[in-house]
């Protein structure tokens, strides 16, 4: 046991999008981009655009039987990704097909995800003290790159993504993979997440579970230190 009480945390497995990175649109992106009424997307319209593509759970547009079953599969196939993305692009007003294509090639671009301030630090603090680290996605492409290109792989003893392992969160059996991949076992893994419903789930199999607020990353400077912080990793 910590000083604190937490138990003894050998492994941590974070998510991804909204935890360690975030998508944060750059006005480049919508450059000549226009909804389908002409008006320039920009401003607000990009943010809530950049929303609906990286919400974890739930529906954020209207779908119809084909493009439902495609986005409730997205992160098992990337042909499913694409045509969910874009058929989310199409109802958000981007109905020009090489405009649609541009901006969903942010998407799936790593280096164009925006590390939290202090994701550098939590794996280098982790590492510092041999507890081992997963990333743990429901995602579509290969996110290696992102840390690769920043030298934060080497810090990452795997990688557990959605597409490679064919389940997604919250189906218990990827956190099993997950866990199985870093062997150790779940009482002695945090699992840490923006959502509570996905990521959450982590705790079916007895990992602990630190939720951080998956706002922009200039408003977040330290979450991922708090919660490590929580459980006696300081």
Known sequence: ???????????VLFDFSGTLFRLEEH???????????????????????????????????EFDEQTRHAWR?????????????????????V????????????????DCWTPYPDTEAVLKL????SIRIGILSNIAFDIRPA?????LHEY???FVLSFEVGQVKPNPEIFRHAVAALGVDPSVTLMVGDSAEADGAAREIGCSFALVDPVPTAERPDALLAALSAFGIR
């Not at 046991?1 to 492994?11: C, K, L, P, V």
């Not at 969910?84 to 958000?92: K, R």
């Not at 109905?95 to 671009?109: C, L, N």
């Not at 840390?147 to 030298?151: A, C, E, H, K, S």
Request: glycine content about 8%; charged content about 25%.
């Open 1 to 11: 046991m910590t000083a604190n009480g937490a138990r003894d945390i050998e492994a």
């Open 27 to 61: 006005p480049s992106w919508f450059d000549g981009i226009c909804g389908a009424d002409g008006t320039p997307v920009d401003g607000a319209a990009a943010a809530e655009l950049m929303r609906r593509m990286t919400a974890p759970v739930g529906e954020t547009v």
């Open 73 to 93: 599969h997205r992160d098992l196939d990337p042909a499913l990704h694409r045509r969910a993305y874009l058929h989310v692009l199409e109802q958000s007003g």
């Open 95 to 110: 109905t020009d097909p090489a405009q649609a294509e541009s901006v969903y090639g942010r998407v799936i671009d790593a």
């Open 126 to 129: 982790l590492a510092a003290e």
């Open 147 to 151: 840390f690769t290109d920043r030298n």
């Open 156 to 158: 990452v003893d795997e």
